[in-house]
T-cell receptor, first 114, second 114 residues
Framework: KAGVTQTPRYLIKTRGQQVTLSCSPI?????VSWYQQTPGQGLQFLFE???????NKGNFPGRFSGRQFSNSRSEMNVSTLELGDSALYLC?????????????FGAGTRLSVL | AQSVAQPEDQVNVAEGNPLTVKCTYS??????LFWYVQYPNRGLQFLLK??????LVKGSYGFEAEFNKSQTSFHLKKPSALVSDSALYFC????????????FGSGTQLTVLP
């Protein structure tokens, strides 16, 4: 079974631009979560989608948004990029609603904002 | 609110010696606890979880963790360290029946010296 796939692996953008990151979950998984990883703040939860609905949201500004499609693939969008948005963005999928479920992570998209 | 503390940024151990990576948590209600490992330029790989039952949990690659409710700890252990175990280790917690996202510790860099 293929793992969680994130594309692209690397991105370079300039301040003020917007960016879209993509995540394909493990086949059969319906929950997708996004995390931001930085050296200073560590791993921080962005949001979670289940069956195309945002179920949970972390403490990030409205410039960060996401969506989930009917095939469970998810995209994350960051508008008006700031230097501080440079980070590794990780996507994780899990089978469903159970809070005991393991989250399986992709390799991440490394975003550099210049 | 839930939180995780990993008190050691760095742990060094000689190959063949036992290793311990410490984790304490704070959560309302019953905790679900997880350990993940991250290798350079990779996402997080699941190692093991505690949901309920035996306090000693066995996971991948010979790792195990001991849940201690009175000390609110979930330390990761391995009887004999390998150089290939060198990586960044994260402890995470989720409260049962509540918000779904994982809250991660700040990570512990484990270095196994040959």
């Amino acid at each position: 079974k293929a793992g969680v796939t994130q594309t692209p692996r690397y991105l370079i953008k300039t301040r003020g631009q917007q960016v879209t990151l993509s995540c394909s979950p493990i086949s059969g998984h319906r929950s997708v979560s996004w995390y931001q990883q930085t050296p200073g703040q560590g791993l921080q939860f962005l949001f979670e989608y289940f069956s195309e609905t945002q179920r949970n949201k972390g403490n990030f500004p409205g410039r960060f948004s996401g969506r989930q499609f009917s095939n469970s693939r998810s995209e994350m969008n960051v508008s008006t990029l700031e230097l501080g948005d440079s980070a590794l963005y990780l996507c994780a999928s899990s089978p469903g609603q159970g809070d005991r479920n393991i989250q399986y992570f992709g390799a991440g998209t490394r975003l550099s904002v210049l | 609110a839930q939180s995780v503390a990993q008190p050691e940024d760095q742990v060094n151990v000689a190959e063949g010696n036992p290793l311990t990576v410490k984790c304490t948590y704070s959560v309302s209600g019953n905790p679900y606890l997880f350990w993940y490992v991250q290798y350079p330029n990779r996402g997080l790989q699941f190692l093991l979880k505690y949901i309920t039952g035996d306090n000693l949990v066995k996971g991948s690659y010979g790792f195990e963790a001991e849940f201690n409710k009175s000390q609110t700890s979930f330390h990761l252990k391995k009887p004999s360290a390998l150089v290939s175990d060198s990586a960044l280790y994260f402890c995470a917690v989720r409260a049962s029946g509540s918000a779904r996202q994982l809250t991660f510790g700040s990570g512990t860099q484990l270095t196994v010296l040959p």
